[in-house]
């Protein structure tokens, strides 16, 4: 599917619910969320009707995520959908890491290729701050059994938030020295609770580039990071950075939310609801059509220094 600006849409990426086993400060607010009715909810059926739905339009990419994808009870069973259709080339996961250890030899056997794990430090009394009582020890363990039963390549998704981890750039960059690891540095967005840190914590990578030359640019084919690589390296140091440097030229993603809505762009208000056509193959086809060529041509978060979506980053997924 082409949009009406000529990008090729190819990726959508699946918020399975925007409940979270961890509170992070940037993320959620402390007192919980509201409660989504049952209702509301996409069910089981609904979700793979969606994800067919759009693998017929071309869809080539399938991401779970949430709030916290792995708390889904089934989730294994919607990863074996979507691979079973055969025309996905690649289907991930971004958790946080709790209950992947467990989770990851059922997850492979369904046919998840890789994760993204959310880490934004390696100290346990910051971790344990930064997400309200999370175990970073569970996190390292879910990472071991990854590398061991092969479900790799692993990213790291870790934000940047200065007075808080920017003394820990080091150790990450490091951590792909010694393990086939790929850090993904990410500028914290003033959307959601992360508007209440922004101003405090908001950095910028080319603080973090001058800081470290001995990284060097390398050729990657992610659209959204630029990557480097220390020499000998056996991972990779890439930056996500929504705010300095745009890359909604090469946006070749959409979103669905848990509660059956489309989203053409993460920092766009715009959604369009599903429900009313699940039960007609044409009538669907053709609305997820129609939003994929009208998708937004670009944000102006940079401009505003705020996203225009009402939603939280954990009712969208990241
Ligand atoms: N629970 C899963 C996890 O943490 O990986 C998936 C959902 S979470 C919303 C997806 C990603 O969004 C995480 O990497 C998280 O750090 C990031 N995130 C949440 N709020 C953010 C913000 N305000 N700015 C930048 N990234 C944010
Ligand atoms: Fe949960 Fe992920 Fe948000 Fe943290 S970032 S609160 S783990 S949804």
Request: net charge neutral.
């Amino acid at each position: 599917m082409i949009d009406k600006t000529g990008r090729k849409i190819e990726y959508l990426r699946v918020s399975l619910t925007d409940r979270c086993n961890l509170r992070c400060v940037y993320c959620m607010p402390e007192e919980g969320i509201p409660k989504v009715s049952h209702e509301e909810v996409l069910r089981f059926e609904e979700f793979e009707k969606i994800i067919s739905a759009c693998a017929n339009l071309g869809i080539k990419k399938v991401r779970f995520t949430g709030g916290e994808p792995l708390i889904l009870k089934g989730v294994e069973k919607l990863i074996a959908h979507t691979s079973s259709l055969g025309t996905i080339d690649d289907i991930s996961i971004t958790t946080n890491g709790i209950l992947l250890g467990d989770m990851a030899d059922n997850l492979k056997k369904a046919g998840l290729n890789r994760v993204n794990i959310s880490l934004d430090t390696l100290d346990h009394e910051k971790f344990k701050n930064i997400t309200r009582g999370g175990d970073l020890n569970k996190v390292l363990k879910s990472i071991d059994k990854c590398f061991s039963i092969g479900l790799t390549p692993i990213k790291l998704n870790t934000v940047l938030m200065r007075g808080f981890n920017d003394d820990e750039v080091e150790k990450f960059i490091n951590l792909t020295k010694e393990i086939p690891i790929n850090v993904r540095f990410i500028e914290l967005m003033p959307l959601g609770e992360g508007l209440k840190y922004y101003d405090k914590a908001e950095m910028k990578i080319d603080e973090i580039l001058d800081a470290h030359p001995e990284l060097v640019s390398i050729k990657d084919k992610s659209n959204v990071a630029t990557v480097f690589q220390a020499k000998n390296a056996l991972g990779t140091v890439g930056f996500i950075s929504p705010m300095s440097c745009k890359f909604c030229s090469s946006c070749n993603r959409i979103r669905l939310t848990s509660t059956g809505t489309i989203k053409p762009c993460l920092h766009s208000d715009e959604e369009i609801n599903l429900k009313p056509f699940l039960n007609d193959k044409n009538a669907l086809a053709n609305v997820i059509k129609d939003t994929i060529y009208n998708k937004p041509e670009e944000h102006h978060m940079d401009k505003d220094k705020k996203s225009s979506t009402h939603r939280m980053m954990f009712q969208i997924g990241g």
